[in-house]
């Protein structure tokens, strides 16, 4: 196996745990931790709707609603995982979780859609302060692989059961109560969070920080990017191709992306080295998480599509549609472990991201002939985003040195965050181009329905090829000899 050469600094008091048991309480903190992101990711949405009609909002502000907190937590992450390598990752998490629990509960006393707005965006705040350094410090906890594997396994089992229960809770809250328990629930969460991490994670030590002085316009220019890069998808599926604003937000993307390359070249003390994200170990890891994000979701969008507009299917019907892929991503955890030990690291990887992708390619060429493919699709999308949404992670961890860990979770929820907008993206803008019409009118034509399936298939293909180019890339790079790992 690999290990970087940076030795390793114990997380709790008394040295690493040899067990997941023996770090139970810090274990049930960042679970919690990963549990609030995955639930503000989902559960909000099926009470758009009744939130749009008891605060009289239009669909520009419905869309803010969920845009706002996507867009703040992707645009601050790496500029919050510099922060936690230079303050204190225990430090920063428990101010945000303080944040995310002030924000919860200004939930109750919303009376507009600009307030609630305005409340997603600082949730996603606290969740930029947070859910990175979850993975971060559930990695320094250990000193030994597979615990470390079967940590961030357990850590991410979790908060996908919040995303695949999401909805479902939320649309029974809804049936008792008021949209804002919602948001609420956030409250013990993050309550039992603070707990599991003040009890069971040591105080962050001063010779356990980075050092060098913070790289505040290299922040600015790397925030502006982000944001701008998670802004322009989402108007090229709300005005089209055809509209110049997504091409300005595409292009301001594009240039703030290359200051922001140019300021960390030449700075003294860059907020993100380069040298670091070019190690094979590093590169690869966020390539396999970017390829699997930019699959994931297009799958996720196209599919939804699909069951609902195109087969007529009910939205509780499409629910349990989509419920192979549920069960994949909540079983899966136990096989995650033994299927890492038994091929390794490196291996599993590029065996997870290549089945995400062909599933993509399944769902792209034979998603149309009938539901068993789209089932079948599913579950090797699920199956291998189970293992690289572990893998590809603890990759670009072990790549780097020991109090750089929180801005590299940083950067793979940043490359997650960015490709499944652009998935989105791709799919929505392909879609608006070959369908004439609207989309969501109760009878397609004959003209329509194939017009549908023509955009779902060249969108697939066009995110399968993406996809696999990534992945690809990521396997040439792993095999490349490199100094950020050595053999034991």
Known sequence: MFVTRTAFVP????????????????LTGLSAVFLVEMLDNSIL????????????????????????YAVVFGGLMLVFGAVADRVGRRRVMLVGLVLLGAASLATAFVTSAEQLIAVRAVMGVAAAMTTPGSIALAFRLFDEEGLRVRAITLISTVGLVGLAVGPTAGGFVLAIAPWQVLLLVNVPVAALAILGIRGGIAADRPDDRHRTPADVPGGVLGTAAVVLALVAPTLFVERGAGSWVPWVATGATVVAAVLFVLRERSARHPLLDLALVARPLVSSGLAFKAAAGLAIAGLGYMVTLQLQ???????????????????????????????????????????????????????SLLGGLGYVWVAAALVLVAAGMRVVGVVAGYNVLNGLPENR?????????????????????????????????????????????VQFREAVTISGLVLTVASAALVGWAILRMRRPSDDRVAV
Not at 315 to 338: D, E, I, K, N, T
């Open 45 to 68: 949405t099926v009470a758009l709707p009744t939130i749009g009609r008891e605060l009289a909002a239009s669909t520009v502000a419905l869309q803010w609603v969920t845009n706002a």
């Open 309 to 363: 507009l195109a087969w007529g299917w009910s939205p509780a019907l499409a629910a349990l549609g989509m419920l192979p892929q549920v069960v994949v991503l909540v079983a899966g955890g136990p096989f995650v472990h033994r299927f890492v030990r038994w091929v390794g690291v490196g291996r599993a990887a590029s065996i997870s991201a290549t089945t995400v992708v062909a599933g993509l390619a399944v769902y």
């Open 11 to 26: 997380s709790v008091a008394g040295g690493s745990p040899r067990s997941l048991r023996a770090a139970w309480l810090a």
């Open 405 to 449: 860990t929180s801005i590299g979770a940083a950067l793979v929820d940043t490359a997650s965050e960015v490709t499944s907008a652009v998935g989105i993206a791709v799919a929505g803008t392909i879609l608006a181009a070959l369908f004439t019409g609207s989309i969501a009118a109760p009878h397609w034509t004959g003209a329509q329905a």
